[in-house]
């Protein structure tokens, strides 16, 4: 069992990195080749379906040189396909700044996987009064919405577009998945993002919320801040961003 144990973990040690694992004893090289680019295909072509912009901006190369430092030195948590582009996401992180990476790497790599953590959220939707009081009740934001800030532009990277400075400003985007199962992206304000924050962590009415909000922004929370905050609420609510209020 111990000789069976030790000749499993050669194999899979060549697989992920065989210019410093040598093959195991007993497999044709031929053999041994099939299995190689099986494997690595396998991983490549996930990763180029869930990162295609990344792909494209880095160019063939340097992408599949990246890959194949993922495959090679990263261990992941989990088994699950599914899984691998936040797999790919936590490699990145670890690499930090000494490998060399465009600076904007992980959070574009983030903004590309978001999109699909969202279309296959399977969380149920809590319970929620959809025609409730969005001022005087405790409006319930849909778990199939991400406010997300990034140091970035990263809605905007691409092969003709690689920033070598990040904006003064943060950029704050909303993912949304809608009822035809994809998501959708848009770009919000920071009195929009931190409502959003405040209305998914606070427990609070959506008075309070704006009430916060105005406090914040150093402005009074008179009739007219809170008219408009009851009209962006409802927008909200009609785009299906809050679901209504809580029960």
Do not use: C, K
């Not at 405790?138 to 690689?162: E, F």
């Amino acid at each position: 069992m111990a000789d069976f144990r030790q000749h499993q973990a050669a194999f899979a040690a060549h697989l992920r990195d065989p210019e410093a694992n040598p093959a195991p004893p007993g497999i044709e090289p031929q053999r041994m080749a099939v299995y190689r680019e099986l494997f690595f295909n396998n991983i490549a072509g996930l990763l180029a379906s869930n990162f295609p912009v990344i792909r494209r901006t880095l160019g063939e190369m340097e992408w599949t040189a990246l890959v194949r430092r993922f495959y090679a030195d990263h261990h992941s948590r989990t088994p699950l396909f599914p899984e691998i582009a936040r797999e790919f996401i936590r490699f990145l992180e670890a690499r930090g700044e000494a490998a060399g990476d465009p600076p904007w790497l992980t959070e574009l790599a983030h903004y590309e996987w978001i999109e699909l953590a969202v279309q296959i959220d399977d969380s149920p939707l809590p319970a929620h009064d959809p025609g409730g009081d969005l001022l005087a009740g405790v409006p319930r934001v849909s778990p199939y919405v991400r406010a997300l800030a990034y140091r970035w532009p990263v809605h905007t990277i691409g092969p003709a577009q690689r920033p070598t400075a990040a904006p003064p400003e943060p950029t704050l985007l909303l993912v949304r998945r809608d009822g035809d199962g994809r998501a959708r992206f848009a770009a919000i304000s920071p009195l929009v993002y931190r409502l959003l924050d405040l209305l998914a962590t606070g427990g609070h009415s959506g008075r309070a919320s704006l009430q916060v909000l105005a406090a914040e922004a150093g402005v009074p929370a008179d009739d007219a801040f809170l008219a408009q905050g009851q009209a962006m609420l409802q927008r909200m609510h009609e785009e299906g961003t809050v679901l209504g209020t809580r029960l």
